[in-house]
């Protein structure tokens, strides 16, 4: 078996096997995306877990486990609410981890994902919280910018159109099956972010990364009006 752990995170260290093993699965998983959902987003948003937990005193093992496989059968791409919780909790116990930690990291996985704004948010635990906060941060600032426009290319969305405005989703179901454009996105989802951390450290890097988005969309309208 290819140990893609090597490749992407040859220098970070990790609290057990099975989490190596988690990082390999998700590779695997993710490997060839083009949506911003790749095995390099795993990486940071695994690294900034690590980071999250050591700061609120979080179960490392649980911690690492969710961030390597919260986009393995993503309900993005699968359709399925739960998909990614299930798979999660079907790949730990065919791993011989225990009934209580596999429940424990997928019931978080299925609740990390934005879906909608207006939707009602699955309880997480504080391991849970930090893999939400490291995930949002990757959806906010310069990298947050380039997602979203590589995630809209892959669902065909225009970059803009002045006629078409932000939608608030209510359900799981319109947030998934909306079109709209890659710049509502930002008002749909990634400025709402800032204020929706969970974590003291995770709101501090949101607020700068949520300043460089705001700069951005004043520069791309003035650029599209050729004020600029």
Known sequence: MTDL????????DVST??????????????????SGHDPHHVV????MAQRLAAAEDADLQAVELIAALHDVKDFKFTGDDMSGAREAERWLLEQSASSELATLVASNIAGISFKGAGTQ???????GKCVQDADRLDAVGAIGVARC?????????????PATTAAYHSTTEQYL??????INHFYEKLL???DRMN???AKNLATKRHAFMETYLQQFFDEWEARS
């Open 17 to 34: 096997p099975l989490v190596a093993a988690a990082l390999n699965h998700a590779f695997r998983e993710l490997g060839g995306d083009t």
């Open 192 to 194: 709402l972010l800032k």
């Open 44 to 47: 940071r948003v695994f690294k």
């Open 149 to 161: 426009f590589a995630y809209g290319g892959t669902r065909e969305r225009p970059i803009h159109d």
């Open 199 to 201: 974590t003291q450290a």
């Open 5 to 12: 752990k090597s490749r992407y995170l040859p220098d970070v």
């Open 121 to 127: 948010t699955k309880p997480l635990t504080i391991e």
């Open 177 to 182: 099956n909306h079109q709209g454009t890659s």
